[in-house]
């Protein structure tokens, strides 16, 4: 009929008459059953079947539910549409039969561990009439720990993998470095715990696999050469299942930034005759040395590192501050692996010497385009310096220059900026520290190198680079700082802090990505 | 007077019997318990003729007769329509006809004055129909059905109309066979009335399985409360049309 009419042609209107229900005699319009609602549902059940009970296990630790055989679902929050659709699914309706067209919660106490579904169906009665009926359920919730939660019930240390990470110096810079490095990267999300040793740190995981992703990330950041063992804990003979905890030893190479380095005498060859004194001036998964007098410069990676292991001359713990009397540029800029230098006669004299004798020091140096007479440097002092190394003495004849610049220093205007909070912070990792075996001298020793650290990172921006700063909130810009006078202080400017995480996270997102910039 | 019986267990009593105002036909059973309700009904009245169609039990949707005929298919043996020949009264006309649509009960609705009929029936049929029957015949659908034998069931004094039908049908209809028309069902919510039941003036027999409600449509609309058979005559059809219920 609805054809015809769309076609254009006459179709008269066609009323609906009424019937008697052939049971009890209401008037009502005909249906293909010819009985009214209530007789056909008197008559018909279209729910026989259908489960009115059903049973769902939940974990009260970590609040999942059980999808049998094995998979614990989280994150299904309290008449949610993924748990109604979790218990539709537990209660497995004859779905070619009958038809779900409505289903809800009908709230039940949480501690009364029953679910309460109401589900419409709809479904063929006789004679091909449709019939719509509401049908209740009742879930019950039984308590079980899964089975991650009952092995940590069990041993809550219990690990199955751990990394050991090792650095044989006689500072931490490298681990506060690599720690703003994990938190940035997340690389230490999976680990169960993390213990502060003296000389490393030991991270461990619950799996095999994790702890070698935690390995692979730290090769990516630092020269670092590893070896991993395992150790049988328990073997399950009939199914030849064997359980192992795992041990990774990692060891990151000796030389860090700003450390002197006398090369042995096969290394200077290969590297084309680098003169044996070298700065390192750079340490990702690759050492990058520069020779101070010739500004010619080598990396090393871990491989090579490794193959002829060498340790620093002097570290940067052995800095001495210089005072500049004169510069005298020899060279033009040049930029060598990303850093500036230029070549300069330069006069100086030790801060310690300068009021009190006349000893000063006639040197060359690279920081030539940084130095002007008057201003404060930091280098090693090698007329004073007692070194014992076995690599001078392989090299014949070599003569050692008085001293080494090695940075310019801000100490005299940091002092007016001693006590000032930063505007900008740091996270830190949560880690088991050893507290027993501290003393006082310790504690102060950290946090010296802490304050020293936090200043590399304000001077050096491309250290910056893979570390989130945070803005802090409890600092206020002092009015003192507008009256500084002369060179400011280098500080972090506002745009590389990224805000802390409490804000939204598009923000920080973004944030992010200016920084990348 | 409506009666519940059962055919062998089933309840479509229109298929196994035909009933008219001269004569019924009753199909052959199993048990005697079908013929002997009809006898106990009409014997004095009507001749009750036990009888086959072309073999078949299902006589009363291949047959179609009001009191002036009867139509017989094809297929009918010669021995059945001598059996017929003999058994009815001699004012009844029985003939039987070539038609492709052998089974004229489903095809043909009739009373003594109007047929309603298949719409693809042959014109020949339809002339033989208005001839042996003596009814005005009218080609129709009920409630969108072809098979008008079937879904609709009159006598003289009012008709069953499939449910589904709509009211302007009803009116249609209803101005034709000049009989008041109700739609309803018979054996609790089938909606092939004539096949469910037969009728003439003065009783109706229905499928056991129908219902009180039913029932008392079925009375009201073909007047069986207060019919006798001695007062079977021709009555004036009132020009206006009421629908009962």
């Known amino acids: 009929m609805a054809d015809l009419s769309a076609s254009g042609m006459f179709v008269p209107s066609q009323t609906v008459g009424t019937v008697l229900c052939c049971i009890c005699g209401v008037a009502m319009p005909p249906n293909p059953a010819n009985m009214c609602v209530r007789c056909l549902r008197s008559r018909v059940d279209i729910t026989e079947g259908l489960t009115r009970h059903a049973a769902v296990v939940h974990c009260p630790e970590c609040r999942s539910y059980l999808q049998p055989p094995r998979t614990w679902i989280r994150g299904l929050e309290p008449e949610s549409k993924e748990l109604l659709a979790f218990c539709l699914r537990r209660l497995r309706l004859p779905l070619r039969r009958v038809r779900l067209v409505h289903a809800e919660f009908i709230w039940t106490e949480p501690h009364s561990k029953r679910l309460r579904l109401r589900l419409r169906v709809q479904a063929e009665a006789l004679h091909g009439a449709i019939l719509e009926q509401s049908h209740l359920v009742e879930l019950t919730v039984h308590d079980r720990l899964c089975d991650a939660c009952s092995r940590s019930q069990a041993n809550p240390d219990q690990w199955s993998a751990a990394v050991q990470l090792r650095q044989h110096v006689s500072h931490r810079r490298t681990f506060f470095y690599l720690e703003q490095l994990i938190l940035r990267h997340s690389a230490a999300a999976r680990a169960l715990r993390i213990a502060e040793t003296d000389h490393g740190l030991d991270f461990f995981f619950g799996s095999r696999s994790h702890a070698l992703k935690f390995v692979d990330f730290v090769t990516g950041v630092a020269p670092v050469r590893s070896r991993s063992d395992k150790q049988l804990v328990s073997h399950d003979p009939k199914s030849n299942l064997y359980n192992y905890k795992h041990t990774f030893s990692v060891e990151i190479c000796p030389v860090c930034r700003e450390d002197l380095i006398c090369l042995p005498p096969k290394l200077a060859n290969a590297l084309g005759n680098l003169g044996p004194l070298v700065l390192c001036t750079k340490v990702t998964n690759s050492i990058a040395l520069v020779d101070p007098f010739t500004l010619r410069s080598a990396f090393l990676d871990a491989n090579q590192y490794w193959r002829s292991p060498f340790k620093a001359l002097l570290t940067s713990r052995q800095l001495v501050e210089y005072i500049v009397l004169d510069v005298e540029v020899e060279s033009a800029e040049v930029s060598v692996g990303g850093f500036r230098y230029m070549l300069a006669h330069a006069q100086v004299a030790r801060v310690a010497d300068f009021g009190k004798n006349d000893t000063m020091f006639t040197i060359k140096t690279h920081l030539g385009h940084l130095l002007n007479p008057g201003d404060y440097a930091l280098g090693y002092d090698l007329y004073a310096a007692n070194s014992n190394d076995f690599e001078i003495e392989q090299h014949k004849g070599l003569i050692l220059p008085e001293a080494l610049l090695v940075r310019k220093s801000y100490q005299e205007k940091r002092s007016k900026n001693r006590g000032k909070a930063r505007s900008w912070k740091l996270k830190s990792l949560s880690m088991d520290v050893d507290t027993t075996s501290k003393s006082r001298a310790d504690e102060e020793k950290r946090n010296t190198e802490y304050e020293e650290f936090l200043r590399d990172l304000e001077e050096n921006p491309e250290m910056r680079f893979n570390i989130s700063l945070y803005r802090n909130k409890e600092y206020q810009p002092s009015e003192m700082a507008s009256t500084a006078d002369g060179e400011d202080v280098p500080s972090i400017p506002l745009e590389e802090l990224l805000a802390d995480l409490d804000l939204s996270e598009d923000e920080e997102s973004e944030e992010a990505d200016h920084m990348k910039e | ?245």
């Open chain 2, 1 to 245: 007077m409506a009666t519940r019986i059962q055919f062998e267990n089933s309840c479509e009593v229109g298929v196994f019997s035909k009933l008219t105002n001269a004569y019924c036909l009753v199909a052959i059973g199993g048990s005697e318990n079908f013929y002997s309700m009809f006898e106990a009904e009409l014997a004095d009245v009507i001749p009750v003729v036990k009888t086959s169609i072309g073999g078949t039990r299902i006589i009363g949707r291949l047959c179609a007769g009001n009191k002036k005929g009867l139509l017989l298919p094809h297929t009918t043996t010669d021995q059945e329509l001598q059996h017929l020949r003999n058994s009815l009264p001699d004012q009844v006309v029985v003939q039987r006809i070539d038609e492709r649509l052998s089974a004229l009960g489903n095809c043909i609705s009739c009373n003594d004055h109007v047929a309603l009929t298949h719409p693809d029936l042959d014109k020949d049929t339809e002339e033989l129909i208005a001839d042996v029957l003596g009814v005005e015949v009218f080609r129709q659908t009920v409630a969108g059905n072809i098979l008008v034998g079937s879904y609709c069931a009159f006598s003289n004094r009012g008709g069953l109309v499939h449910p589904h039908t709509s009211i302007e049908d009803l009116d249609e209809l209803s101005t034709l066979l000049q009989v008041p028309l109700v739609a309803g069902t018979v054996n609790r919510g089938s909606e092939v009335i004539a096949a469910g039941m037969t009728v003439n003036d003065w009783t109706a027999f229905c499928g056991s399985d129908t219902t009180a409600t039913e029932l008392s449509v079925i009375e009201s609309v073909f007047k069986l409360r207060e019919a006798q058979p001695s007062s079977i005559v021709d009555e004036m059809r009132k020009s206006l049309i009421d629908s009962c219920v």
